[in-house]
């Protein structure tokens, strides 16, 4: 079956670094999008980045810049490289999939498979 593991979170001070990865089983997502949100207490889940089946990248515009979304094939792992931290950008960190082509690659409603999430706190 599907199965998305997330890790690499962690509690970090400002300007410090992070990197997310999420090794995929099950799944040959090589023809899909992929993508990280993230979510805080009482807030809605939001995009961070996603990534497409061509590699064409997005970012929220509060991220751009400082975090950086690749994925490696060969081990069909997701990473996100979080540089320059903040602390707006505490919350559980997800990674996602489709289930095939979507239209809104940048809304979560788009993606059928996640992980169980990474909590990343910046002090």
């Known amino acids: 079956h599907v199965q998305l593991v997330e890790s690499g979170g962690g509690s970090v001070q400002a300007g410090g670094s992070l990197r997310l990865s999420c090794a995929a089983s099950?799944?040959?997502?090589?023809?899909?999008?992929m993508g990280w949100f993230r979510q805080d207490s009482g807030k809605s889940r939001e995009v961070v980045a996603t990534?497409?089946?061509?590699?064409?990248?997005s970012y929220a515009g509060s991220v751009k810049g400082r975090f950086t979304i690749s994925k490696d094939n060969a081990v069909n792992t997701l990473h996100l490289q979080m540089n320059s931290l903040k602390p707006d950008d505490t919350a559980m960190h997800y990674c996602?999939?489709?289930?095939?082509?979507?239209?809104?690659?940048?809304?979560?409603?788009?993606?059928?498979?996640w992980g169980q999430g990474t909590q990343v706190t910046v002090s």
């Open positions: 990534i497409g089946s061509d590699g064409s990248t």
């Open positions: 996602a999939a489709t289930s095939g082509p979507v239209p809104y690659p940048r809304r979560p409603d788009a993606y059928f498979y």
């Open positions: 099950g799944y040959d997502y090589s023809g899909h999008c």
